[in-house]
């Protein structure tokens, strides 16, 4: 999923792939789809930012993407933002669902809820994983920026999450970038991220057609 690591690096890259719901979706990462950016190796550019918050600088764990998707911007920030919807088109790797626990639109101060079922995966045992979000910075077809725990047996992460979306000639251009604090953080791991950018521009241009 992350690439080739030791058993111990495996048990943790395993379980911080599941931040990749509401903190990044739980997705299986191979390799960095066409159209999105490479793991950054150098120096770090500046954060990601919605209303002028942006990832946590002192995280373990950090890892930012883009990726160009030929769609209309309401066509993109509508899958997003409905993220009871995410897993009909997202390809999660462990059975997963996803509410929200507030009604109405997605706003600043929504709160929204994945749990994962893990499978036997040893040297990790089976168990739950609980991501609960809370949308913190929003500003309507433009950023959105959202953070909160991961927890199940024997696993806690912090994580939080910065979107842009930039209208540019030939589409529209998605930012994206997460933090992870905790024990389990998994400098490694990217965290789903190119995943979920290669599902949003596959939904996204299918949603266009």
């Given at each position: 999923m992350f690439g080739t690591h030791s058993t111990s690096r495996r048990r943790t890259g395993a379980r911080a792939a599941l931040l990749t719901?509401?903190?990044?979706?739980?997705l299986a990462v191979t390799a960095a789809p066409a159209g999105a950016a490479a793991p950054d190796r150098g120096?770090?550019?500046?954060?990601?930012?919605?209303q002028g918050k942006g990832v946590d600088p002192a995280a373990q764990a950090r890892h930012r993407s883009?990726?160009?998707?030929?769609?209309?911007?309401?066509?993109?920030?509508?899958?997003?933002?409905?993220?009871?919807?995410?897993?009909?088109?997202?390809?999660?790797?462990a059975p997963m669902t996803v509410k929200r626990l507030d009604p109405g639109p997605l706003r600043k101060h929504s709160r929204f809820q994945a749990t994962i079922q893990l499978p036997d995966n040893p040297p990790a045992p089976p168990g739950t994983v609980v991501i609960t979000s809370e949308v913190r910075q929003l500003r309507y077809g433009t950023c959105i920026r959202w953070a909160?725990?991961?927890?199940?047996?024997?696993?806690?992460?912090?994580?939080?999450h910065v979107w842009t979306f930039t209208k540019v000639r030939g589409g529209v251009l998605v930012r994206t970038e997460e933090s992870h604090a905790g024990p389990q953080a998994n400098p490694d791991s990217d965290m789903g991220l190119e995943t979920w950018l290669k599902d949003l521009k596959a939904a996204a241009e299918a949603a266009r057609a």
């Open positions: 719901v509401p903190l990044a979706c739980v120096a770090r550019p500046a954060s990601l930012t919605c883009e990726i160009l998707i030929q769609a209309p911007l309401r066509t993109i920030w509508n899958l997003q933002t409905d993220v009871e919807a995410w897993p009909s088109w997202q390809k999660p790797v909160g725990p991961a927890d199940g047996p024997g696993y806690h992460i912090d994580g939080v």
